[in-house]
């Protein structure tokens, strides 16, 4: 059977790799050059195939080409595209009314959101929720909480962090190009410490175990001083910056900090939430309990939603009014969470995302014992990474990665780079990924690295 532009999306697409022309196909070529004349040059893509369907591990190009998704458009997807739930849901509420603005005149499934965030972000006290509709505004705002409820301007951020692209999370992330290249000034009252980054700690790993908390605490002593720190925002599992995995220790030790010291801990599980990691959120690995997390992403299945959520002194700092915008929490967005959040719970995609590791990471593993080009393996659940390095020393190599991602991408397996040297490749599959295309995808990634 070959795929076209009519096949309809979602979990019953033929569950398959399948290419029909090169990639990208002359139809993808087509609408590219279209794209060229009407779309802005600051929007890149990873890979030029224009999409007419997906679902389950899969995205179908307007060529007919079925392609294996190891990226879930960022981490996003993890439910699936048009997931079964999601869609009954959305439908249904379009249907009825797409939007008032909750500030204007509120509506329930506003309501039944926090209420699910509440219950499923870490910790057992009272919670409220504020929704918004991307990551970095959900940042922003979490941002605007701590510094209300604690009279502090200061914010703490890490090296190799990504919070988005608005001025503030501009200032927040650490990596200039793309992101920040000739958009400063950026918002003052951020300050960057190091990273506990086990394979680029200075020392390795075990000394990152043994230091990273002091030269933290010390620096943030030093140079800020902790009666001025508002909070400090940290991805429990960093995203772009390479899907850098923290020491044992370093996240319970930096929230104790912080709660010592009058400081809002705030962990952007932006990328890491909603089951990715094997856990609900990245922050319960080791029962750390954040005063606010930020989610987004797979919140709602591919819908754009955002949340703050958090400790109920804090959020309620805030005066009426104080919050919100136009859009946030768009009736419509919210039923796509609520879909989105029954599916994850009706189909264990925590114990999916595990599943996943357990199959990923002994074959990347293997990989790299084959590659010396591969100097790090890392992650949990389906948030896994590979770093490539000139083999021998740790300096990265991005052209190294480009090419195996583009080598897979060829071949009909989607995959994303990322890392602030670019020489991280990075595994998002949906976690509804069958293990038929997640061993092919693991095949072609091989076939790559041996072409290197
Ligand atoms: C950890 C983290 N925070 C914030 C953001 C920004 O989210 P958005 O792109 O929805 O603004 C991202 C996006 O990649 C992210 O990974």
Redesign the pocket.
């Known amino acids: 059977m070959s795929l076209n532009a009519a096949t309809p999306g979602g979990p019953s697409l033929p569950q398959r790799r399948n290419l029909v022309t090169e990639i990208p196909g002359p139809r993808s070529r087509g609408l590219f050059e279209r794209r060229q004349h009407s779309v802005a040059r600051g929007l890149s893509h990873v890979l030029p195939v224009f999409v007419s369907a997906a679902g389950g591990g899969v995205v179908v190009d307007v060529d007919g080409n079925s392609l294996i998704d190891f990226g879930s458009g960022?981490?996003v997807t993890s439910v699936g595209n048009s997931a079964d739930l999601v869609v009954t849901r959305v439908t249904e509420q379009v249907a009825q009314f797409t939007h008032t603005c909750f500030m204007v005149a509120p509506y329930e499934g506003y309501v039944e959101v926090c209420e699910q965030l509440n219950r499923l972000t870490p910790g057992d006290f009272d919670k409220r929720s504020a929704l918004f509709n991307?990551?970095?505004?959900a940042?922003e705002n979490a941002v605007k909480v701590a510094r209300h409820a604690t009279g502090r301007d200061a914010v703490v951020v890490f090296d190799h962090a990504?919070?988005?692209?608005t001025n503030l999370?501009m200032a927040m992330t650490a990596k200039n190009m793309p992101y920040k290249e000739g958009f400063g000034p950026f918002a003052g009252e951020v300050y960057r410490m190091p990273m506990a980054y086990p394979y680029r700690w200075p020392g390795g790993p075990a000394a990152c175990q043994a230091e990273a908390l002091d030269v933290v605490t010390n620096l943030i002593h030093a140079q800020v001083g902790e009666e001025n720190v508002a909070a400090v925002v940290i991805?429990p599992i960093q995203?772009?910056g390479g899907f850098v995995v923290p020491p044992a220790g370093f996240l319970p030790g930096l929230a104790t900090y912080c709660r010592a010291n009058g400081i809002v801990f705030i962990a952007?599980e932006?990328?890491?939430g909603f089951c990715r990691t094997g856990n609900w959120f990245a922050c319960d690995a080791e029962n750390v309990v954040p005063d606010l997390v930020?989610t987004?992403?797979g919140i709602a299945g591919g819908l754009p939603l955002?949340g703050v959520t958090g400790r109920a002194d804090l959020m309620d700092a805030v005066h009426p009014g104080g919050l919100g915008g136009t859009y946030g929490g768009n009736p419509v967005a919210c039923a796509a969470a609520l879909g989105a959040i029954e599916t994850m719970e009706k189909e264990d995609l925590v114990g999916a995302a595990k599943a996943i590791e357990n199959i990923m990471l002994p074959r990347l593993r293997k990989i790299a014992e084959a590659n010396p080009v591969i100097g790090d393996v890392r992650g949990r659940g389906a948030m896994l990474a590979i770093e490539l390095v000139k083999p021998g020393t740790t300096d990265p190599d991005a052209a190294a990665a480009s090419k195996v991602a583009k080598a897979c991408h060829g071949n009909g397996l989607l995959v994303l780079t990322c890392g602030t040297y670019g020489n991280v490749l990075r595994f998002l599959p949906p976690l509804v990924i069958g293990q038929p295309l997640l061993d092919e995808g693991l095949g072609i990634l091989e076939d790559a690295f041996s072409k290197l």
């Open positions: 960022i981490a991307s990551g970095a505004e940042v990504y919070h988005g692209r999370t991805e995203g772009e952007d932006i990328q890491s930020t987004a992403k955002a």
